[in-house]
């Protein structure tokens, strides 16, 4: 009995620590990446818009995109605070850095192009020039708004609810206080 209490207690506290593993990108299906580090999402597919654009008309074209029903899309955000590579602070360079997503390894996503695509995000200093992300190289910087870029849209959120589910916690907690009740029910027996 004792070793099968020890047993028990070892596995009850396996369960407890135990955390489960997290997804960073997660299909949502219909063509639709969930970023749960950026509590984002993404379109599946890179060049949606089928060609490049000026900044202007990626922009109205982000703002103006419905896609399964969402119509609340936009070009990536930019971090300004970073020129060249290792730019991780962009929703566009944490896709290239921390996901590993490039035009030769695109991951769940479609049709990266290997060149620049827009970000939202104009340049504060210089109001003719917005911050742009490269796929083959991991740069960002910035271009004049005329030059030609692809767009790729992003919505804010995930596009699914969330299933309703006991939280683990409860679940562990409930489990270890039901052994524990039994086995000083078999210890009193004794």
Known sequence: MRKFTIFL???MLALAVANPS???LIDRGNGLIYDDDLNITWLQNA???GGTMTWLEATAWADALVFEDFDDWRL???DTNCSGNNCTGSEMGHLFYEEGITSSSSGLFQDVRPSYYWSETE???NLSQAWRFNFLYGTQGTSDKT???YAWA???GDVTAAPVAPEPIS???FVIGGATLGIRRCLRKR
Request: a positive charge; glycine letters at 0%.
């Open 22 to 24: 997290n997804a960073d």
């Open 9 to 11: 207690a070892a596995a």
């Open 154 to 156: 992003v919505r804010d």
């Open 123 to 125: 340049n504060e200093n």
């Open 147 to 149: 030059q030609k870029r």
């Open 47 to 49: 060049n949606y818009p």
């Open 171 to 173: 679940s562990v907690l």
């Open 76 to 78: 990536s955000k930019s």
